[in-house]
Structures are given as structure tokens and as C-alpha cells.
């Protein structure tokens, strides 16, 4: 055996391929394969969709510029549409069939969990998952990253914010019966609770739904002076202009993360106007002044003719996050070296404006928390915690 290995090393010097590293699934010597699964069409389309797109600019660049270590990155998305029966065929095809060696950005809370398992069997990392739930790097593990704070957290500041400047004191929620929705409805509760305000009611939704008169008369009748949202972009734009609508113009409406879109400050008619986010970071359009943000916008507006909202500016924060682990990771890239290159992360974001830093035992970024309102049709910040 030692024999056959001493001819082997020598035969590899010999052709030059010393160079070339084995680092097991989804690493080659000339790619790295990334995979995605994501809402492309669904729910929460407005942010996977861009957030792949400027994800794949970033990628694309690297790669002109000679990739990662002599590598090129390879990033196969595939669209769930936020429903779980695709979902899980999709991270079995990107598992087992595209062998990737990182999942990157995976959309929803629900499908991040329900991935953790196949995942982590197979010593693949969970990076930048486009999910604020607590659980997606809380309790630690060593293959779970998240990027920013969490749907709970931000809600119970949002709840603390509100109560103090407006009063309200009156708390309901309108979710989806989902592991992001009672992420939201559980930051609610416990918001109240936290400040000595009551938790009244609250009203549960599907994915599709479009009518909510019902619900928002059932919330009014019972009291409501501050409900938090955990519904799809679109369904959050109706149930705001319901409420107007409605002639409930006293009303609260606070999101977290997940409602942090550029698009709903700029829906026409000021439908949207005063409404509260409390989430990882502030709107793009407000950090316009600063000059790396600038040029990146103008490089998203040349490729692709629009305006970058939250979901590319998710995209290409996060892009610029794993290419950096890859590159502090090294030629032998393998699960191991990786976790030691994210874990060593410690630098100012100005894309998002947060302080990322990573370290052993700890795998979430930054748990800034920034409040913000849409006052004239922008995002107006009004408290960093």
C-alpha cells in the first residue's frame, strides 16, 4: 500500500497536477458549485428573483477576474415558488444530483428547516439563508449562517418603538401559519408583554389569499392598535390599502425583515405610506449618498435597466459575504477549511450598512436592528439598536 502511494504522489508531481485538490461535493479543481433554492415565482418573488440576479452579476465578475483560488463559481438556482412539495424536490436534485458545495440564500423559513437534516448529512453550509428566523443559526451549529437579526427580535423592538412614540397599546398580528408566521406572531406576543401592553388577536391567512376585509374588521372591532404582518409583499400592499380603505386610518401596521422591500414605500397613492419596519437593515434608497453604494446601483441599472431593490441588494451582499470565505478558505477548500474562513469574517457591509462579524460559536453576523417608516414614498430610518 505504501508502495502504491509513493508511485501515486510521484506520478501526480510528475504531470504537475500537485496543484489539483480533491475537496469533496461540489468542489472540482476548476468550479465550485452553488446552489439555491428559491422562490422565483411565488410569494416572495420580489425578493429571489433579484436577489439571484445581482448574486449571479457578482459571481460572473469574479469569475472574468479569474475566479476563487483558479476556481470558478457555479451558481444553479432552482425555483420552488414557495411551496414545499418543490421545495424538497428541488433540494434533493441540488443535494444528490448537482452536488453542491454550499446551499446559498435559500428562501423561507419553512424550507431552510425542512433542509437542515439532508444538508448538514452531507457537511453542506447554510449561508445567507433569506429567512429571519432565529433558528436558522440559533442554537449554533457548525453549518448554519445567517447574515442578519431575527424576525422575533426585530418585531419585539418594533412593538417597544411604537408604544413609545405613538401609544398604542393594543397588539394583534396577521400571519401566515407558517414557521415564518409564528416567528412574527411570537415577537408580537412576547413584545407586548415585554413593554406591559396587551396581546389581543390575531387572524391567520393562506399564501394566496387576497380579501381582507373580514379580517381587518374582526382586528378593529377587537381593539387592535399595532398589528404586526407576516404575509407575502403583495398581500401586505392590500391589506394596507384595505385598511385606508376601511377609513382605519389610526391603525399601526409594523413587518419585520421579510417587509423590508423597496417596493412597497414606492406602491402609488401613499396606500403604503406610515407604515413600520423593524428589520436587519435600512432601505437602499436611504444610503444613496454613500459612493460604493452608488456605484453599485449604477452597475445593476446598466446590466439589467431598473432599480435594484431589497431582494438585490440581499443578493449582492450576500455574493460579496461567500466570496470572501472562499477566497480566506484557500486552494484546499473542503467543509472544514470553510467554516474556519466564515468564522474568521469580520468587516463593515456598506452595500446593507451593518458590521458583519462571524466567529466560532457564534454564526450570525450582525443583530443590528433598524426601525424604519415610509414617510412621502421612501424608507425613513428613525432608530438603530
Known amino acids: ?17 500537485s496543484s489539483m485538490v480533491y475537496a469533496g461535493q461540489g468542489v472540482s479543481d476548476t468550479e465550485i458549485v452553488v446552489g439555491s433554492n428559491q422562490d422565483m415565482s411565488g410569494p416572495f418573488a420580489a425578493f429571489g428573483a433579484p436577489a439571484m440576479a445581482a448574486s449571479k452579476q457578482y459571481f460572473d465578475k469574479v469569475n472574468a477576474a479569474g475566479g476563487v483560488h483558479g476556481r470558478t463559481i457555479k451558481l444553479v438556482v432552482e425555483d420552488m415558488s414557495y411551496q414545499m412539495p418543490k421545495a424538497q424536490q428541488n433540494l434533493n436534485k441540488l443535494v444528490n444530483s448537482d452536488k453542491i458545495f454550499v446551499m446559498y440564500q435559500q428562501m423561507g423559513t419553512p424550507f431552510n428547516l425542512a433542509s437542515f437534516d439532508l444538508l448538514e448529512s452531507k457537511q453542506i453550509a447554510n ?36 408604544n413609545k412614540e405613538t401609544g398604542a397599546a393594543v397588539v394583534c398580528a396577521m400571519y401566515l401559519p407558517t414557521d415564518f408566521g409564528m416567528d412574527i406572531m411570537t415577537g408580537a406576543k412576547d413584545g407586548a408583554a415585554a413593554v406591559g401592553i396587551k396581546y389581543a388577536s390575531e387572524t391567520t391567512h393562506k399564501p394566496d389569499e387576497e380579501d381582507f376585509v373580514g379580517a381587518l374588521s374582526k382586528l378593529k372591532g377587537e381593539g387592535c392598535e399595532l398589528i404586526a404582518l407576516a404575509l407575502g409583499l403583495r398581500q401586505q400592499i392590500t391589506v394596507l390599502a384595505t385598511a385606508k380603505k376601511l377609513g382605519w386610518m389610526e391603525a399601526k401596521f409594523l413587518g419585520a425583515s421579510a417587509s423590508m422591500h423597496t417596493a412597497l414605500a414606492k406602491v402609488p397613492g401613499g396606500l403604503t405610506e406610515g407604515y413600520y419596519v423593524s428589520a436587519g437593515w435600512s432601505d437602499l434608497v436611504y444610503r444613496m ?18 432599480f435594484p431593490g431589497t431582494g438585490a441588494l440581499l443578493g449582492r451582499s450576500a455574493a460579496e459575504q ?44 450582525s443583530k443590528d436592528i433598524i426601525i424604519s417608516q ?12
Request: proline content about 4%.
Open 289 to 306: 449618498e454613500n459612493p460604493k453604494v452608488a456605484a453599485w446601483v449604477a452597475e445593476y441599472q446598466g446590466e439589467f435597466g431598473e
Open 322 to 365: 461567500l466570496v470572501m470565505a472562499l477566497e480566506a478558505a484557500g486552494r484546499d477548500l473542503t467543509p472544514e477549511s470553510f467554516q474556519k474562513a466564515m468564522e474568521s469574517l469580520d468587516y463593515y457591509d456598506e452595500l446593507i450598512g451593518n458590521q458583519i462579524t462571524f466567529g466560532p460559536n457564534d454564526h450570525v453576523g
Open 127 to 162: 449561508v445567507a439563508p433569506l429567512s429571519g428566523s432565529a433558528r436558522m443559526a440559533t442554537p449554533y451549529n457548525d453549518y448554519r449562517y445567517a447574515s442578519t437579526s431575527d424576525y422575533a427580535s426585530e418585531i419585539m423592538a418594533g412593538v417597544e418603538y411604537i
Open 1 to 17: 500500500m505504501k508502495l502504491i502511494k509513493g508511485i501515486m504522489s510521484g506520478l501526480i508531481a510528475s504531470l504537475g497536477l
Open 374 to 385: 415610509i414617510i412621502e414614498g421612501n424608507w425613513k430610518e428613525l432608530l438603530r439598536k
